[in-house]
């Protein structure tokens, strides 16, 4: 079975960067038809799409976070990560990562999450 875990740290000043890495076990995130994603959950709210990966590298993002996120890999780790710049205390979430299905005709995610990691808490805090 597929098992992503989420890593890095749980406490981020204010201005500075959040960095997150998901580890992927029993799957490829190389592998067609899938896509990997982050999404937070912030106090009292609901879920956040933030962005995501697809297999041949290529990247996708919230409009409302773009100018802030930037999502990267490792192939030889089999690891995605993210990076959001800048944060202040509205960052503070639940970060998950989790896999989508990619839609290969359309070239797009399918929004379809099938395995989630267990997620990891980041306070925005001084």
């Known amino acids: 079975q597929v098992m992503l875990q989420e890593s890095g740290p749980g406490l981020v000043k204010p201005s500075q960067t959040l960095s997150l890495t998901c580890t992927v076990s029993?799957?490829?995130?190389?592998?067609?038809?899938?896509?990997w994603i982050w999404i937070r959950k912030p106090p009292g709210k609901g879920l956040e799409w933030m962005g995501g990966?697809?297999?041949?590298?290529?990247?996708f993002y919230s409009t409302s976070l773009k100018s802030r996120t930037s999502i990267s890999r490792d192939t030889s780790k089999n690891q995605f990560s993210l990076q959001l710049t800048s944060v202040t205390s509205e960052d503070t979430a639940m970060y998950y990562c989790t896999r989508d299905r990619w839609h290969e005709v359309e070239n797009a995610p399918v929004g379809r999450y099938d395995y989630w990691g267990q997620g990891t808490r980041v306070t925005v805090s001084s």
């Open positions: 990966i697809a297999s041949d590298g290529t990247t």
């Open positions: 029993g799957g490829s995130i190389t592998a067609e038809h899938y896509a």
